[in-house]
Each structure stands twice: as C-alpha cells, then as structure tokens.
C-alpha cells in the first residue's frame, strides 16, 4: 500500500504564492510518477502537474509558467509551487502516485487552495 499526506493549502490573494507538498510512504518502490490534479466547484477533475521519476514534468496550460513541481527524494516527498495565483486557480487539489507495475493510482485527502480577495 502506498499513503499519500497532502498539506499547504489555504487563503492566498490574487497574485500570492502557496506551495503544496505531498509525502509519500509505503511501498514505494514501483511509483513511476506523482503529481496534482484539482477539481474546481461544479467542474471535472484536471491535472495540474505530473514529474516521473525520470524528472520529467509536464504541466496543464493554464498552469504553465506559474507553478512549479519539483521532488525531494531523499523525503519522498513531492511539491507543488505555486505563483501569481488566480481566482480562478481555487480548488481542492489533489495528489496522486501513479503505479503501472501494478496498474493502481493512488490519491491524498486533498487540500483546499482558495484565492481571493
């Protein structure tokens, strides 16, 4: 079994910053990539963010140039850097560790991340 715990969220004003960070534990091993999607008050899941543990990343177009994922291996733990927040930006956002050995995604609790004046 893999745990993700999430934390970092909260209120931000328009143009703030926040940086999420999501813990991973367990078994580990097989976890080819983790990131962040979120899903926004009456609308569908998307995904925010996505670093393998090749360190590539790939980033929703919304999103591109204002945040940042980034990894600490030596924590497992994994980060989600956010700049120039948007009203538009509030959601709960979600971490997830995707393992193909054995086809499974795993998610965190979520967290609220809400911008506004």
């Known amino acids: 079994q893999v745990q993700l715990v999430e934390s970092g969220g909260g209120l931000v004003q328009p143009g703030g910053s926040l940086r999420l960070s999501c813990a991973v534990s367990g078994s580990i091993f097989s976890i080819n990539a983790m990131g962040w999607y979120r899903r926004a008050p009456e609308k569908q899941r998307d995904l925010v963010a996505e670093?393998?543990?090749?360190?590539?990343?790939r980033y929703a177009d919304s999103v591109a140039g204002r945040f940042t994922i980034s990894r600490d291996s030596a924590k497992n733990t994994v980060y989600l850097q956010m700049n120039s927040l948007r009203p538009e930006d509030t959601a709960v956002y979600y971490c997830?560790?995707?393992?193909?050995?054995?086809?499974?995604?795993?998610w965190g609790q979520g967290t609220q991340v809400t911008v506004s004046s």
């Open positions: 997830y560790a995707d393992d193909n050995t054995y086809d499974r995604v795993y």
């Open positions: 670093i393998t543990t090749g360190g590539s990343t």
